[in-house]
């Protein structure tokens, strides 16, 4: 049964995710962007972040603990490496998002409806939003692919 719980919260780490940081790039691209429109963008992120701590929480147990495959298989799987390589990517494509926002939500927590956003900045972060998305669906495929025994070698 943990084995069906894990995979089961994993999916629907990236479910979760992937709806969040796709809202998240959408609150973001109103124009003109209102506080408003940044509170909902502070929601999907707050979204995101549970996903990915689910997500990572997740995959590091069912890699560690063998509930799949053995640990060795997915070391010796040119898929899941790739798959790790785009978690990566999306990890350091969140890093400016992720400080940009955590000042904004100060800010705003302290001059509340007064604020100005910088639409400049949330415009790059809603980009980067939308190729983080995009970069999940390739996520998937990656699983998929490793699921039925895509890229390992013995």
Do not use: C
Request: proline share 3%.
């Amino acid at each position: 049964m943990l084995r069906v719980t894990l995979a089961w919260l994993h999916l629907v780490a990236l479910a979760i995710g992937f709806g969040a940081v796709y809202s998240r790039g959408r609150a973001l691209a109103e124009r003109p962007l209102t506080v408003h429109d940044v509170r909902r963008a502070f929601i999907a992120d707050s979204w995101w972040g549970v996903a990915a701590v689910l997500w990572l929480v997740t995959g590091v147990w069912r890699l560690v603990a063998g509930t799949e495959k053995a640990p060795s298989y997915y070391g010796h799987n040119d898929v899941f490496i790739t798959k790790m390589a785009l978690f990566v990517l999306v990890l350091a494509l969140e890093i400016w998002p992720m400080i940009t926002l955590i000042k904004w939500r100060r800010i705003v927590r302290l001059s509340g409806d007064a604020w100005q956003s910088e639409e400049r900045h949330a415009q790059r972060i809603k980009i980067i939003s939308f190729i983080e998305a995009a970069v999940l669906i390739l996520i998937v495929a990656a699983a998929v692919a490793m699921a039925r025994g895509y890229g390992y070698r013995p």
